[in-house]
């Protein structure tokens, strides 16, 4: 049903207030859904406000423009194929912010890239993937999403020069946790080192939601990535023991831990975590690109740096 809504009506919590087309649909659990009808760039317009900050450089922004449009072409016909719409406004997809004005730097960013992606070999549109912080190394997508690996969303270092260090060798993952490498360790980046800390009690309380091994007794990463992000980790209890396959199972675990780059110990009756980054770490490190905009590297740098082996064309 095509509907004409006054400006500023609100569903759930977001306000709308332009006139493009609303159309609503029955849910088979008798409710409805707004879908909105708008061309890829409008909406670009209102991805970047949901997923990268104002005050970022201009080419940051543009980097972040680009990658967000390359994401939406491939998502095409791969995401809500059961749906009418093609593509969410949340993070399952990309946040948009579909309320208020939206600052002309964003839309400045997006104009400036207008109808430029990311392709693979000069055919395939590229996946994009982008996290908050990538720690100071960005992860192989085989080690997050299982899936094949893909030339492009390799791991790389986040800084001007690579390190001879093997992460996912927790000797070498404790060296680098004691550097501040990577990022160029933003103040504004509150998560490229961090700690967390569990009372025996409260980590027993959460390992329970999935298993109950009992008291916690040892953490065993028994598979990590390139960036030091475990993927397959054990948790031995007094009773038994529990394998979780999944960074974002194990930070989910863990009260959705900032990441599963960490090194974990007790000291008393405390589980102390340190890692680093924020996010699965594959692709683009948002706090990365910022870094690399305030030193002057423009668009096309930042995404060569977290997509090697693309090439930025514009398809319209």
């Known amino acids: 049903i095509l509907i004409h809504p006054k400006p500023g009506f609100m569903t759930g919590e977001d306000s709308y207030s332009d006139g493009r087309n609303y159309f609503l649909t029955p849910t088979e659990k008798g409710r409805g859904e707004l879908v909105i009808e708008d061309s890829v760039e409008n909406i670009l317009h209102r991805i970047l406000p949901g997923e990268m900050f104002l005050s970022a450089p201009l080419e940051t922004l543009k980097a972040q423009a680009v990658a967000a449009r390359t994401d939406i072409f491939m998502q095409l016909g791969k995401r809500h194929v059961s749906e009418i719409w093609h593509i969410c406004s949340e993070v399952h997809c990309q946040k948009v912010i579909w309320d208020g004005k939206i600052d002309s730097k964003f839309v400045q960013a ?43 969303l390799t791991g790389v270092w986040d800084g001007d020069e690579p390190l001879q260090l093997d992460l996912s060798k927790e000797a070498d993952l404790q060296k680098f946790l004691a550097s501040d490498y990577g990022e160029d360790n933003l103040k504004m980046n509150k998560r490229h080192r961090w700690k967390v800390e569990f009372p025996q009690e409260k980590i027993d309380e959460l390992l329970k939601s999935r298993k109950n091994i009992g008291k916690l007794k040892e953490i065993r990463s028994l598979q990590r990535g390139v960036s030091g992000r475990i993927y397959k980790a054990e948790f031995v209890g007094t009773l038994s023991s529990l394998v979780v396959y999944g960074e974002l199972n194990i930070r989910r675990l863990l009260d959705n831990l900032y990441s599963s780059a960490f090194l974990a110990h007790k000291d008393g009756d405390i589980w102390i975590f340190e890692g680093m980054g924020w996010g699965h770490g594959v692709g683009m490190s948002q706090m990365g690109a910022i870094s690399l905009g305030k030193k002057g590297r423009d668009f096309s740098f930042i995404l060569k740096r977290y997509y090697p082996k693309t090439d930025i064309i514009k398809i319209y």
Do not use: M
């Not at 693979?120 to 960005?138: D, E, K, L, Q, W």
């Open 110 to 152: 997006v104009k400036e890239t207008e109808g430029q992606v990311l392709l693979f070999n000069g055919t395939h549109v590229a996946r994009a993937p982008y996290c908050s912080s990538s720690g100071g190394r960005t992860e192989d997508i085989r080690n997050v999403w299982f899936t094949a690996e893909k030339p492009y």
